[in-house]
């Protein structure tokens, strides 16, 4: 069965830093690019961040709003994806959620077919 | 960044009914244009992808068609299951957009 299961949430202090991870299971993690896509409570979705599979480059792309303040990663040996977020304000509250890209192997386009239960985070003093 | 708009925000509908819930781009995303559905405390779902192609699984009651700037979802005959907020969402560039979401509601 393909998986994907965020953990690491949590209540965190503005300023602080939070590092969520994305394990998957029952397919070749690899080949996908992934996704992070948050939702605020009460609103609706947003796009965080992604990063490619290791054949487009492994590059990532941001949501403005988190550019310079997270970082995605990934380990394909144990197939599992980061979410580092530092420098966390308020805004940040959210569930986060780790999704799949539809078709492996493809640079840029996909939508996201598999979605973890989410992880939520809570930026408050 | 391309902004994406939904209408209605909400609609009241009943069992049977067809439903259609319009989404527009401020600039032409061609077809990468993608459906979800999210019902409460749930992650949302991928109904149709590629603007009118029918993810495995999803009920055929869904379509969707549109290209370049307006697209359309369309539920044919609204089952219970069926009430849920439904979101678009472009995926020609990034920042990869969604649209600010559709609430269906029982009438």
């Known amino acids: 069965e393909v998986q994907v299961v965020e953990s690491g949430g949590g209540l965190v202090q503005p300023g602080r830093s939070l590092r969520l991870s994305c394990t998957t299971s029952g397919f070749t993690f690899g080949d996908y690019t992934m996704n992070w896509v948050r939702q605020a409570p009460g609103k609706g979705l947003d796009w965080v961040a992604f990063?490619?599979?290791?054949?487009?480059?492994?590059?990532?792309e941001y949501a403005a709003s988190v550019k310079g303040r997270f970082t995605i990663s990934r380990d394909d040996s144990k197939s599992i994806a980061y979410l580092q977020m530092n420098s966390l304000k308020n805004e940040d509250t959210a569930v986060y959620y780790c999704?799949?890209?539809?078709?492996?192997?493809?640079?840029?386009?996909?939508?996201?077919?598999?979605w973890g239960k989410g992880t939520t985070v809570t930026v408050s003093s | 960044d391309v902004q994406m708009t939904q209408s209605p925000s909400s609609l009241s509908a009943s069992v049977g009914d067809r439903v259609t819930i319009t989404c527009r781009a401020s600039q032409s995303v061609s077809n990468y244009l993608n459906w979800y559905q999210q019902k409460p405390g749930k992650a949302p779902k991928l109904l149709i992808y590629a603007s009118s192609s029918l993810q495995s699984g999803v009920p055929s009651r869904f379509s969707g068609s549109g290209s370049g700037t307006d697209f359309t979802l369309t539920i044919s005959s609204l089952q219970p299951e069926d009430f849920a907020t439904y979101y678009c969402?472009?995926?020609?560039?990034?920042?990869?957009?969604f649209g600010g979401g559709t609430k269906v509601e029982i009438k």
């Open positions: 969402q472009q995926s020609l560039s990034t920042p990869l957009t």
């Open positions: 990063i490619r599979s290791k054949a487009h480059g492994g590059t990532a």
């Open positions: 999704t799949r890209d539809l078709n492996p192997s493809i640079w840029s386009g996909e939508p996201s077919d598999v």
